[in-house]
């Protein structure tokens, strides 16, 4: 429906335009506006309606994307830290020493296991899944 009306008022114009009379010219030009005046008012609200519609729309999808943002941001956060924990205790070299126990007859000495083969590995799985009971 709008297109035929666009088409029609396009052909309209180019006869205006095309009128060699200028006086005639004129009195078409006065009855285009006229006739479509009411029209073009209409769409050129219609649009504006639109374009408000369109903004309120563009704010709340913008306001809904902050707010997911800051929930990944959060869950980044933790889990960046989660990594931290774990690196830290892994790249602690005294959790790497394995206590010393006693001396056997032999002269060999027995070691308690380190921190690190303690957890065997525990603190990993641990942030890598963020399971407390990994």
């Known amino acids: ?4 009306r666009i088409r029609e008022m396009r052909l309209k114009l180019d006869k205006i335009a095309w009128e060699p009379e200028q ?4 009195k078409r030009a006065f009855a285009f506006i006229v006739v479509y005046s009411d029209y073009l008012i209409q769409q050129a609200e219609k649009a504006n309606e639109l374009e408000e519609h369109l903004k ?3 704010d709340s999808w913008g306001y809904q994307f902050r707010v997911k943002a800051a929930e990944y941001v959060d869950v980044l956060e933790k889990e960046n830290q989660r990594y931290k924990e774990a690196l830290e205790f892994y790249a602690d070299r005294e959790n790497h020493v ?3 126990l006693f001396m056997q007859d032999n002269g060999i000495p027995v070691h308690n296991e380190s921190k690190v083969d303690e957890d ?10 963020g399971d407390e009971n990994a």
């Open 1 to 4: 429906m709008m297109d035929e």
């Open 120 to 129: 065997k590995g525990h603190k990993a799985r641990q942030a890598l899944g």
């Open 98 to 100: 394995a206590p010393f």
């Open 23 to 26: 006086s005639e010219k004129n």
């Open 56 to 58: 309120v729309i563009e």
